[in-house]
């Protein structure tokens, strides 16, 4: 059972997702009822002392890694991820690993698991910012940008900030009950569990293109996502063949023209929700889709959740009168 909870931190961590972390296991509402423990909370370090903070504040820490030698869910805080991580701390979350103690990071603290090995051959996630660059960089880890947190084992990996809350709730849930993670996430008034699966809300900029035509092209396509644009048309626009159009668009973009289109209008469709108070079939015209049915369709595709959950989620209360 959960009872014992360490968190790493190392120079330059990030103060919020540290706080995410204490908020679930760190303050005790054993008075709260529903079975609710008193987790005994530790903060652990390398060199105990004042650690300084990505925000400039500096905590100080009085635990060394010791500490966290027989803890049941040893945390790695978020970090920056081209710093130097001393071997000490791999050697503690392999060692948690071995004895099969819960091993949790929580955004950028995903480096550090997959430094330490704990990664290889294993799905898992971070921000979607730093998805991309920690696929590469360890190219055995299965690395998922498309969800909120990950357990694979005895292993959880969550994606920034908020999400670092929704999976110590999942295994708040997965040890200790669902009636035990709704009294928790009640008294910090969140959602009481949202799953791991769900999407990462991603704002994607347009991306450049090598070429100015391409570019100039992606931005009218923009501009004018209401409309129907076929390869041909869109290949006369370049005086490309639809051939080699086709191909130039997926080399620029990684993404055939449709796809692209898709993709763009889900953005579109995303603005609509949060800042305005159209509806539904208003929105899917806008946007591109001509009917609700193919909104609904892609939307749930990309980011797995439907448009008015999406719009519940960042409208809350506005968006049920809509």
Request: negative net charge; proline residues 5%.
């Amino acid at each position: 059972m959960l009872k014992s909870v360490a968190v790493i931190v190392v120079p330059n961590f990030s103060v919020f997702e540290f706080g995410t972390a204490f908020e679930v296991f760190g303050i005790d509402r054993s008075d709260r009822g529903a079975g609710v423990p008193a987790f005994d909370f530790r903060v652990v370090t390398p060199e105990p002392g004042d650690v300084r903070m990505k925000s400039g504040l500096s905590l100080h820490v009085n635990l060394g890694l010791e500490a966290a030698a027989d803890a049941d869910l040893v945390i790695m805080a978020p970090f920056g991820r081209d710093q130097d991580v001393p071997e000490s701390v791999m050697d503690a979350l392999r060692a948690a690993h071995a004895r099969g103690a819960w091993v949790m990071s929580i955004c950028s603290g995903a480096y550090a698991l997959a430094r330490a090995g704990l990664l290889d051959g294993r799905r898992c996630t971070t921000h979607w910012h730093y998805s991309q660059d920690l696929a590469s960089r360890y190219p055995s880890a299965i690395v998922d940008e498309n969800v909120l947190y990950v357990q694979d084992g005895t292993i959880i990996t969550s994606a920034g900030t908020a999400a670092g809350i929704d999976a110590c709730l999942h295994l708040v849930r997965e040890e200790l009950g669902a009636n035990v993670a709704a009294a928790i996430a009640r008294d910090m008034v969140v959602p009481p569990h949202r799953d791991g699966g769900q999407a990462q809300f991603i704002d994607r900029p347009m991306p450049r293109c090598g070429s100015a035509p391409m570019e100039e092209l992606l931005r009218w396509m923009v501009e004018h996502l209401d409309e129907e644009h076929s390869v041909n048309e869109l290949a006369a626009r370049l005086h490309m063949s639809p051939r080699t159009f086709a191909r130039r668009f997926r080399a620029e973009t990684g993404a055939t023209p449709a796809a692209w289109l898709n993709s763009q209008r889900v953005l579109r469709a995303q603005e609509l929700l949060e800042t305005t108070e159209l509806n539904i079939d208003e929105i899917a015209r806008v946007a591109g889709f001509g009917h609700s049915v193919l909104l609904r369709h892609h939307f749930t595709k990309v980011l797995d959740t439907s448009p008015q959950s999406y719009r519940r989620a960042f409208r809350g209360q506005l968006a049920e009168a809509i």
